[in-house]
T-cell receptor
């Protein structure tokens, strides 16, 4: 039972344009969603997160949108840069017990990942 | 800060042998460490959660006798794949958090295991 799905295995974007990475989920009520970025031979690094009580969170070039009725979240990167080329994972975790925004806690359930390539 | 290392980064072994993978938190004490596995073109799947000094909690479908996890200190957790078979070939990633399920997870770079 795949609870977090990324249906696009890859995405190719021109430098300066917007990259939109998508993720669908099931069986969620009060969860926390995160996006991770992963380079080859490295572990995932945290990018941005959103609580299920919000519908948008923005951090610099990165914005995550959450559509609870559609059980869908997306990561927008604008403008895209060649250094953004990596594998992007969406993940679901537990609601943080303290502090606002930032990171998630506890067990993480990951999507399959989307390979983003930004061409110069 | 918050660096997690894994050793080895890749390993090739013969079927039937055991392989030990180390996960270390280099600049912080990790109360909780998580072990994930990623098959090609699939997501990272949580295998088990380990708390320092206690037995690991395994996810459904993960054989605890095959994947032995030891978290003997606040900076080191080990995953031993016993009697490895080709179907165990995968990318194994650990993560570490400072407190028990209430802090950010910092991921290691992963270990590529190939069983011949």
């Amino acid at each position: 039972d795949q609870q977090v799905k990324q249906n696009s295995p890859s995405l190719s974007v021109q430098e300066g344009r917007i990259s939109i990475l998508n993720c669908d989920y099931t069986n969620s009520m009060f969860d926390y969603f995160l996006w991770y970025k992963k380079y080859p031979a490295e572990g995932p690094t945290f990018l941005i997160s959103i609580s299920s009580i919000k519908d948008k969170n923005e951090d610099g070039r990165f914005t995550v949108f959450l559509n609870k009725s559609a059980k869908h979240l997306s990561l927008h990167i604008v403008p895209s840069q060649p250094g953004d080329s990596a594998v992007y994972f969406c993940a679901r975790g537990l609601q943080p017990t303290g502090g606002a925004g930032g990171t998630s806690y506890g067990k993480l359930t990951f999507g399959q990942g989307t390979i983003l390539t930004v061409h110069p | 800060g918050a660096v997690v290392s894994q050793h080895p980064s890749w390993v090739i072994c013969k079927s039937g042998t055991s392989v030990k993978i180390e996960c270390r938190s280099l600049d912080f004490q990790a109360t909780t460490m998580f072990w994930y596995r990623q098959f090609p073109k699939q997501s990272l799947m949580l295998m088990a959660t380990s708390n320092e000094g206690s037995k690991a909690t395994y996810e459904q479908g993960v054989e605890k006798d095959k994947f032995l996890i030891n978290h003997a200190s606040l900076t080191l957790s080990t995953l031993t794949v016993t009697s490895a078979h080709p179907e165990d070939s995968s990318f194994y990633i650990c993560s570490a958090s400072r407190t028990s399920g209430s802090d950010e997870q910092f991921f290691g770079p992963g270990t590529r295991l190939t069983v011949l």
